[in-house]
């Protein structure tokens, strides 16, 4: 914001992706107007495919909202309902913080990650974090990967897409066995053949600061593993450039022995090869900046085996946070990890999340609207949804209960609407596709 007008800069590419992951996400800007006078300003999540812009869903779409809300400048972005909100003055929002309680195991190898996607909502930043002793070191972390989850991030008329990354024949997204949201990669491997089952992220992985030419080497993989009569799983990290192809060589991130195990989360530390000191020419070309992972899932001993892969992340780690002092993290922010070092034993933290709320939220705008199903062999009986600034065209989560007070939540819908006042859900099996949709009346109330 420069003079009380807010400028949007660096909105993304509208059309034309490039080689680097951060140039596939991006923003349209949505400014409200009253004849000369700006109501309010927001953005819209989009995701780069096939020369389009398509808008944004899934959890990446919250992630991406809270990392420009973090380097924004003399200005409040913040996610709420799926858009960045953009505010000038302290009025134009409120905050909410909540706060938890976690235990923290620490092992022989004196460390251990907190995976606060587990626990936080969508729209929540880390504020603060204490520890009920002393000796703990925590790191906040961000994952530079941001496509580990294997879950559809556009909205368009193809489901169960993981465009990021190279799998063939032997896997694929499986809906049965997501460790959290609704998908996961399945690797599948029989013992009959030699050839391993590998699947690679499309794109380099680039560090934090690279661009600004201070990189932040300091990372590690973490993940979600559960195997079915599994053989050996390997994870490569193959160290690049960050632009030409220039490579500084490879490191066996994990492995695992196979076998049967439910959900297990892995973590392990890698090693980008330092700056060479004496290094000539463009760093973006000719120094380690950057990686690229291949999964690789070896024969069973014997019949088939399966490995489901969920929520995996390249985490970059940064500044020390001292827990007896409260430390306060300047909020919204993408931090979705903590690196907790001491010596083995059991700690308790607390964690204050933080969550932004636009006043426009509460201020009554459009109608208030009851929806009730016209097909008499459906089970939902009513939709209902708080009124807000947001129309019922830009819903992203619709709560459904039905007579039995069982509660069904659809994100994402996508809304086809015949006439004004009824419309219609694309509605999807756990197999991904698409079944009997309903047809819902809407009356104002």
Same mark, same amino acid.
């Given at each position: 914001m420069y003079k +009380?007008?807010?400028?949007?800069? @660096?909105?993304?590419?509208?059309?034309?992706?490039?080689?680097?992951?951060?140039?596939?996400? +991006?923003l349209l800007v949505v400014v409200d107007m009253q004849g000369n006078q700006v109501r309010q300003v927001c953005g819209i999540p989009v995701y780069i495919e096939d020369y389009q812009a398509k808008p944004m869903c899934g959890s990446i779409r919250s992630v991406f909202l809270r990392r420009i809300g973090e380097f924004s400048r003399n200005v409040r972005v913040f996610p709420y309902a799926d858009r960045a909100w953009i505010s000038k003055n302290l009025d134009q929002y409120t905050f909410t913080d909540r706060y938890i309680e976690i235990p923290v195991v620490i092992g022989t190898n004196k460390w251990n990650v907190v995976d606060l996607r587990t626990i936080s909502l969508p729209e !929540?930043?880390?504020?603060?974090?204490?520890?009920?002793?002393?000796?703990?070191?925590?790191?906040?972390? &961000? *994952?530079?990967?941001? #496509?580990? *989850?294997f879950e559809d991030v556009d909205v368009d008329d193809i489901q169960g897409e993981a465009s990021r990354w190279y799998y063939g024949s032997q896997s694929t997204l499986s809906l049965r066995f997501p460790f959290r949201g609704i998908s996961s990669l399945c690797m599948r491997r029989s013992s009959s053949t030699n050839i391993t089952t590998a699947v690679m992220f499309r794109n380099r992985i680039r560090v934090m600061g690279d661009a600004i030419n201070k990189p932040n080497k300091d990372i590690s993989l973490l993940g979600y593993l559960k195997g079915e009569n599994a053989g050996k799983l390997t994870i490569i990290a193959e160290y690049w450039a960050s632009e030409g192809s220039n490579t500084f060589g490879r490191e066996l991130a994990y492995e695992h022995p196979g076998g049967t195990f439910n959900w297990v989360q892995f973590t392990s530390d890698l090693h980008m /090869?330092?700056?060479?000191? $004496?290094?000539?020419?463009?760093?973006?070309?000719?120094?380690?900046?950057?990686? &690229?992972? =291949?999964? @690789?899932h070896h024969p069973p001993a014997t019949g088939v085996g399966y490995y489901w892969l969920d929520e995996l992340a390249i985490i970059n780690w940064e500044e020390n946070l001292n827990p007896m002092c409260k430390p306060i993290l300047? =909020? /919204?922010? !993408?931090?979705?990890?903590?690196r907790v070092e001491g010596e083995? +034993?059991?700690?308790?933290?607390?964690?204050?999340?933080? @969550?932004? &709320?636009?006043?426009?939220? *509460?201020?009554?705008?459009?109608?208030?609207? @009851? #929806? $009730?199903?016209m097909s008499l062999d459906q089970s939902t009986e009513k939709i209902v949804f708080k009124p807000t600034a947001v129309g019922l065209s830009d819903t992203q989560c619709i709560v459904i209960h039905n007579r039995g007070n069982q509660v069904l939540i659809i994100s994402n819908p996508v809304i086809y609407p015949p006439e004004a006042n009824m419309f219609r859900i694309r509605w999807l099996t756990m197999q991904g596709s698409e079944i009997n949709t309903p047809v819902f009346k809407c009356t104002s109330q």
């Open positions: +009380g007008v807010i400028i949007a800069h @660096s909105l993304g590419n509208l059309f034309f992706d490039q080689l680097r992951l951060e140039t596939m996400l +991006g !929540e930043a880390l504020y603060c974090v204490t520890a009920n002793t002393i000796g703990l070191n925590i790191r906040p972390g &961000r *994952d530079q990967m941001w #496509f580990g *989850d /090869p330092p700056d060479d000191p $004496e290094m000539t020419g463009d760093p973006a070309t000719n120094a380690p900046r950057a990686l &690229r992972l =291949t999964i @690789s300047k =909020t /919204p922010h !993408e931090r979705n990890f903590l083995p +034993g059991v700690y308790k933290l607390g964690l204050t999340f933080r @969550s932004y &709320r636009p006043i426009q939220a *509460d201020c009554g705008h459009g109608p208030h609207f @009851s #929806f $009730e199903t």
